[in-house]
T-cell receptor
Framework: SQTIHQWPATLVQPVGSPLSLECTVE??????LYWYRQAAGRGLQLLFY??????ISSEVPQNLSASRPQDRQFILSSKKLLLSDSGFYLC???????????FGPGTRLTVL | GENVEQHPSTLSVQEGDSAVIKCTYS??????FPWYKQELGKRPQLIID?????GEKKDQRIAVTLNKTAKHFSLHITETQPEDSAVYFC??????????FGAGTTVTVRA
């Protein structure tokens, strides 16, 4: 079964600073990878998904970007954080030709 | 894309009673319907799912039912316990493999 790692677990950043969140997956090959954001007390908003190395699709326009430099590595970045970027960022992995998505432990980001 | 509506947004039940959460979806081609449980501060965990070739699936105290004609599916939790307190999300697929999530139901089990 696959294991999903995310780091850091928590992060406090000032407005205007850059961001890099990392997600790595073990136990599977060529997974579909997803980045979700969850605002406090809210649902799951799909930000980006990737079906392979270098292949990124964005679901919502924003100041965030994603990259997939390796098969099992997915990175979420920003050049300048906004207050509205605060939230719980979840990476999810899905094995090829499977429906099930499994979530990593998440990164809680606070932008001050 | 898929539009998933989830009701109620909050649900308070007495320990031992049943809890039911309902979701509707818009894409008649959807064929996979998962439910996730998210405890406070934790990741969502997949607890049960159902595919469109069956109408009901059970796993101990939880069950999911699917009505494809009406395009709705429900989560049933029987004999609720304090550890069932959490936020529950339903989801339905769109564009083959992505998931659209409901807004969530906060379930509180009163002792």
């Amino acid at each position: 079964s696959q294991t999903i790692h995310q780091w850091p677990a928590t992060l406090v950043q000032p407005v205007g600073s850059p961001l890099s969140l990392e997600c790595t997956v073990e136990g599977t090959s060529n997974p579909n990878l997803y980045w979700y954001r969850q605002a406090a007390g809210r649902g799951l908003q799909l930000l980006f998904y990737s079906v392979g190395i270098g292949q990124i699709s964005s679901e919502v326009p924003q100041n965030l970007s994603a990259s997939r430099p390796q098969d099992r590595q997915f990175i979420l970045s920003s050049k300048k954080l906004l207050l509205s970027d605060s939230g719980f960022y979840l990476c999810a992995s899905q094995e090829p030709n499977h429906n099930e998505q499994f979530f990593g432990p998440g990164t809680r980001l606070t932008v001050l | 894309g898929e539009n998933v509506e989830q009701h109620p947004s909050t649900l308070s039940v007495q320990e031992g009673d049943s809890a039911v959460i309902k979701c509707t979806y818009s894409d008649s081609a959807s064929n996979y319907f998962p439910w996730y449980k998210q405890e406070l501060g934790k990741r969502p965990q997949l607890i049960i799912d159902i595919r469109s070739n069956v109408g009901e699936k059970k796993d101990q105290r939880i069950a999911v039912t699917l009505n494809k004609t009406a395009k709705h599916f429900s989560l049933h939790i029987t004999e609720t316990q304090p550890e069932d307190s959490a936020v529950y999300f339903c989801a339905a697929p769109f564009n083959d493999y992505k998931l659209s999530f409901g807004a969530g139901t906060t379930v509180t089990v009163r002792a």
